[in-house]
């Protein structure tokens, strides 16, 4: 049978390898998904009679494929709806803005998402997958083939949880009776998640671009019951696990009985913290936490952009690497900001400092770009196989037109890409060696499209849900005095950034 190649050719490669190596004027060979090899041109000779298709690298800049390790598709379709929101108000406002979605409605959100991904450079994500008022198979299919139908990798955990949020969040009075009474107060029953769970692995473990993990919301919000039925889900299956971690200080100030020794060690008693266990944001991590993250071996998701837009805090990045934790990055939903990963390393990267006095600490771009690749790969399950552009691994690649503003005149290439590109400077992105961006349009869907649908479904979703986001100003002035309270009872680690 002959093989069959696609050749870049020319381009400047980023390989995100260890050394940090560049190759200008280089080829990329891609052939079976994966990429045959990456080095100066000429350099590689394919077999004889092969067919080869060569595409103009000349200009251009090829650099692995960025992963996005913490999303929530069904935001997609709330872009614009948060402001000055902390944590506490954000989640009552995305419960009830969310609204009744149909299976089409999950599609069209995740394929919106799907879009922003592949033109801001992005493969490959983690979904935390939010279905209201409960999960539906039709649902977690209708968005695993968005994904798949767009032909981006994803990574779908299926988000939760049993306990009413009125039992998650240190309120301590701030609300008055009549409120709470109308808070969610009905636990959900875990037995119709968990034969969903059962009932879509076989049916999905075929796909080689989206892959099923086990979503939990976040271990304050579930029982001890659901968090070890959830460990031994996991095992039983040999799949991964993906959780919120510490996001806000509410969250660290709800540690209970259970976890004496921070929640990190208390969710490997449950079988959900290690290789194939990924937490996002992780804030408020105690040193103890950090310690435990890192043996382990559970991947954290540094989610910088939402983390600032709901004021929670800033993550001890640093601590977290010298401690030897795998560090990934995320966006969050559509509704905390854009999905472009170039902001969140560049956020990922600045923030330290201006938190560590010493620069000898800093993050260098190099190391940022590889935790937005070869961590992100790692993170999503696939550590080893993809996030660097050498012989064997994935061929998902993002190409940049290095004439852009962005991109010209060059530099030291990691640096401009981490502390000037936005993604506007993104072309071409393959996936498995696939071209599912050509000239910044997807070709396997109709972006203007589904950009369309996904207003008129957003339009409708807010009309049906305007009443009840309305009644959130009543709820507002008590969760943000709990939220104040908390971030200013001088316990625990201190995450904000302070002036005087």
């Known amino acids: 049978m002959t093989e069959t190649f696609t050749r870049i050719a020319g381009a400047t490669i980023l390989t995100a390898d260890a050394e940090n190596t560049i190759i200008e004027d280089g080829d990329l060979w891609l052939c079976g998904g994966r990429i045959a090899a990456a080095g100066a041109a000429g350099s590689f000779t394919p077999p004889e009679g092969a067919t080869v298709e060569t595409i103009d690298g000349r200009d251009r800049v090829a650099m692995p494929g960025l992963s996005n390790c913490h999303t929530h598709s069904y935001a997609a379709l709330l872009k614009g709806t948060v ?5 506490d108000v954000f989640m009552v406002q995305a419960i009830l803005a969310a609204g009744a979605r149909s299976a089409r409605d999950v599609y069209v959100s995740a394929q919106v998402q799907a879009l922003e991904m592949l033109v801001t450079g992005t493969t490959a994500c983690l979904d935390h997958f939010s279905h209201r008022p409960r999960h539906t198979p039709e649902a977690l299919d209708a968005v695993m083939s968005a994904y798949r139908d767009a032909g981006v990798r994803a990574a779908v955990a299926p988000m939760f949880s049993d306990r009413p949020f ?17 808070l969610p107060a009905t636990p959900q029953p875990a037995d119709p998640f968990f034969a969903m769970m059962e009932d879509a692995l076989p049916r999905w473990a075929g796909d080689d671009r ?20 959830a460990g031994e889900f996991c095992a039983a299956h040999g799949i991964g696990n993906h959780s919120h971690l510490l996001e806000a200080k509410t969250q660290y100030a709800m540690l209970d009985e259970r976890a004496p020794n921070g929640w990190v060690r208390y969710l490997a008693e449950c079988g959900l913290a290690g290789p194939k266990s990924s937490f996002a944001h992780f804030v408020w991590g105690t040193e103890e936490d950090i310690a435990a993250a890192a043996e382990t071996g559970v991947s954290i998701v540094h989610n910088p952009a939402s983390n600032l837009i709901l004021g929670s805090g800033i993550q001890p990045l640093l601590k977290l690497v010298e401690a030897g934790a795998n560090v990934a990055f995320g966006s969050d939903g559509l509704n905390a900001g854009h999905m472009s990963m170039f902001e969140k390393v560049r956020l990922a990267a600045l923030l330290p400092r201006v938190t560590e006095p010493d620069p000898a600490r800093w993050m260098t771009a190099e190391t940022a770009l590889r935790m937005a690749t070869v961590n992100g790969a790692r993170a999503l399950g696939r550590g080893g196989e993809a996030g660097m552009l050498a012989a064997g691994q994935l061929a998902d690649i993002t190409i940049l037109d290095a004439a852009t503003v962005q991109m010209a005149p060059r ?5 401009q890409i981490v502390f000037y590109e936005t993604g506007a400077s993104v072309r071409d992105v393959f996936v498995g060696g696939e071209r599912v961006l050509k000239d910044g349009k997807p070709t396997r869907f109709d972006g203007a499209a589904i950009l369309a649908e996904g207003r008129e479904v957003a339009a409708r979703l807010a009309r049906d849900s305007k009443a009840a986001v309305d009644r959130i100003a009543a709820f507002r002035p008590g969760i943000e005095a709990m939220v104040k309270r908390v971030l200013t009872d001088g316990c625990g680690p201190c995450r904000l950034a302070m002036l005087s």
Do not use: H, N, W
């Not at 402001?83 to 944590?87: A, N, W």
């Not at 009125?166 to 109308?182: C, N």
């Open 411 to 415: 530099g030291r290439l990691a640096p």
């Open 83 to 87: 402001d000055t929101d902390p944590l």
């Open 166 to 182: 009125i039992d998650t969040v240190p309120l301590k009075g701030e609300l008055s009776a009549e409120l709470m009474a109308e």
């Open 210 to 229: 989206v892959t099923l993990m086990l979503g939990i919301d976040s271990p304050q919000r579930c029982t001890d019951a659901l968090l070890r039925r």
